[in-house]
């Protein structure tokens, strides 16, 4: 009854001092919105990045030839990928799909069309491994990789780039000097930040290894697939054993390789989308603070405004809580109402501001986070107000003029 | 001290002293005042400003503490509450009417006279409230703000919320300070009426016309009280009716 009256009597106190309550509500509206619109923004990064990761397969391990905690200088000496090793990774109980890969950046050319994109030469499971789809055409397969056909399958922004609206299948390419009949094109995945599956050219390893590079033996990475029923860390740890053993390493020797899998490049996303989100929102955060002194400030004011007010309670019996709470209530309401209209603001801001080529995700927990601490910041910054309050003495606050 | 304690008396001042310091010179604002109002009584506290009336009001009302002796008021000794404790008595026990009214804006006259009873958690506040406000002949105004009143009006209202918690006393501090002779008049009618139905009332004021009003009237000089005069109904009347 009294906490319902309390809050009609703030509402109506407000509603006399309207321009007050709306500058006063600002500060917590602007860092509620900020904080909202950060986290949401944080977020859509993090999906975007993570979506990335998981559309470029499952389950997949990929193995680097260099190790990346071993010096610069030592790297150098480090034994090569080679086909043996790609291989060998065959035998290990759990892989589905290994495929060597080799790449380089290449002009490629179609009549006097010419575009500069990414060749892979791989092996026919790559398509598997990586999740691709082939929407016309086909997939080169093992025969073809034995007799480094001179074929290529390529992505569908390549295709348009030099096709145009035209058909690419049966057409034949030029990359370097050499020549290559386009036998399939891919599903398009989208682009990704820095990296566009789409805009790329797909061959055997033979074929490129052989005429593209100068009949070069190592591999730029080997990717892999494992069972999805598997565990991808003790396949790890064996294809880190084999490695060892045909690099010839010995006790203490550092790895001269560097094998990730997906779920460690998953978690690396979360963790820099994390501290992306977490830095974002703590920039925001110092708004609310700034608002939450902003509210503090009012309240003393109203406390010393109302001085008689609290005189004339206290003499018809309020108690020091029954005041402490009043002054508590008013602060919580403002800082929550802001909170409110910053909620709004800051869901609307999140949908419309678009940073690159993600958006802000806004996701109910950041809502209820925000509201709460509005909440919280009303009883911080209107404690000290009120307690002033509750503390006065009655008859010099019914003395005040 | 409390064995003298009359049995009829509502309430009960025995050796009262306060004592304030003024920069660096101490201020005897009660010296050994004993005091005994019985229930149903009419009393007005006199004395020039600075004679101590404004301490005893304010030690009466509880809204004070006092550095000697012993105060009990309707069987309750309150002589060693503080904070909390003397706010629920004031708030069971004592009724207030201020020379400016005192009402909180933006409340009605109605929320006005309710909020001692929310204090108390009162489960049918409403209703007492404008019972209160029809004792006092207001209850076509319950719902006007403070400021679409009249001053006289006002302090109908404040004389509501003194009366809703059907207190111990009601203790007026100038009630009709503020008010023209003729709106002072009509008050203090309502003190007389709510006086008739029983209600004991203390009256401070510096206004010898309306002290004439009371039943009994304690003089106050220098902290200490001087006189009680008894003031005959007969002589009240008349006088009443001179007016």
């Known amino acids: ?378 009883i911080f910054f209107g404690y000290y107000p009120a307690r002033r309050a509750a503390g006065l003495n009655p008859i010099e606050a019914l003395r005040y003029e | 001290m409390v064995e003298l304690k009359n049995k009829s008396a509502l309430l009960e001042i025995r050796g009262m002293v306060k004592r304030y310091m003024l920069g660096e010179t101490e201020v005897l604002a009660l010296n050994e005042v004993d005091l005994s109002i019985e229930e149903g009584d009419m009393v007005a506290i006199t004395g020039p400003s600075g004679s101590g009336k404004s301490t005893l009001m304010n030690i009466l009302g509880c809204l004070d503490d006092f550095d000697a002796g012993t105060y009990i008021i309707s069987g309750e000794d309150v002589s060693k509450l503080t904070g909390d404790k003397l706010a629920d008595i004031r708030n069971r026990l004592i009724g207030f009417v201020f020379q400016n009214f005192n009402l909180l804006p933006r409340l009605s006259a109605l929320e006005n006279v309710e909020l001692p009873l929310l204090y108390s958690a009162h489960k049918d506040a409403k209703a007492a409230a404008r019972k209160a406000l029809e004792a006092v002949g207001l209850a076509d105004r319950m719902h006007h703000e403070p400021t679409q009143l009249s001053g006289g009006q006002r302090q109908r209202v404040a004389i509501a919320r003194a009366i809703v918690t059907n207190p111990a006393i009601i203790l007026a501090d100038e009630p009709t300070g503020n008010l023209d002779s003729r709106v002072g008049r009509e008050i203090l009618d309502v003190f007389h009426k709510i006086n008739d139905q029983g209600r004991t009332i203390v009256i401070v004021t510096h206004d010898s016309n309306v002290a004439r009003h009371c039943r009994r009237e304690v003089q106050i000089r220098d902290g200490q009280i001087v006189d009680i005069i008894e003031h005959n109904r007969a002589a009240r009347e008349l006088m009443a009716q001179a007016v």
């Not at chain 1, 906490?3 to 500060?27: D, E, P």
């Open chain 1, 1 to 378: 009854m009294l906490f319902w009256t309390t809050i009609k009597i703030a509402l109506r106190s407000m509603l006399a001092n309207k321009l007050r309550a709306i500058l006063t509500m600002l500060g917590m509206i602007i860092g509620v919105a900020a904080v909202i619109a950060m986290l949401a923004l944080g977020n859509g990064a993090k999906s975007r990045i993570l979506g990335w990761v998981s559309r470029m397969g499952k389950n997949t391990i990929t193995i680097f030839p260099h190790n990346p905690k071993m010096p610069p200088v030592l790297n150098g000496s480090a034994e090569p990928l080679t086909l043996g090793d790609a291989h060998a990774m065959l035998s290990i109980p759990g892989v589905k799909y290994v495929s060597p890969v080799v790449t380089s950046g290449d002009p490629v050319k179609w009549g006097t069309n010419e575009t500069y994109c990414n060749i892979v030469g791989c092996a026919s499971t790559y398509i598997i491994i990586h999740d691709f789809q082939v929407q016309s055409g086909h997939m080169f397969n093992d025969f073809d990789a034995r007799d480094r056909a001179s074929v290529a399958v390529i992505g569908p922004e390549t295709a348009t780039r030099l096709f145009g609206s035209q058909d690419p299948l049966g057409h034949t390419i030029t990359i370097s000097t050499e020549r290559f009949q386009v036998i399939g094109v891919l599903v398009p995945k989208g682009r990704h930040g820095w990296f566009d599956p789409d805009n790329q050219v797909l061959m055997p390893y033979s074929t490129a290894m052989t005429k593209l590079m100068g009949r070069a033996v190592a591999l730029n990475h080997i990717d892999m697939q494992v069972d999805h029923a598997v565990d991808l860390t003790p396949v790890q740890n064996k294809a880190e054993q084999i490695l060892r053993i045909r690099h010839s390493l010995i006790q203490g020797d550092e790895d001269d390789f560097w094998i990730s899998n997906q779920l460690q490049v998953i978690q690396m996303a979360n963790n820099i989308g994390g501290a992306f989100t977490m830095f974002l929102g703590s920039v925001a955060g110092i708004s609310l603070l700034v608002g939450g002194i902003g509210i503090m400030n009012i309240m003393l004011v109203t406390v010393t405004e109302r001085t008689r007010e609290i005189g004339i309670r206290k003499a018809i019996g309020a108690r020091r809580r029954d005041i402490l709470r009043q002054f508590l209530i008013e602060s919580v309401l403002v800082s929550l109402l802001g909170g409110l209209i910053g909620v709004v603001v800051g869901v609307v801001a999140a949908h419309f501001v678009k940073f690159r080529n993600f958006s802000g995700q806004v996701e109910p927990h950041m809502v209820i986070l925000a509201l709460s601490i509005s909440a919280a910041i009303g």
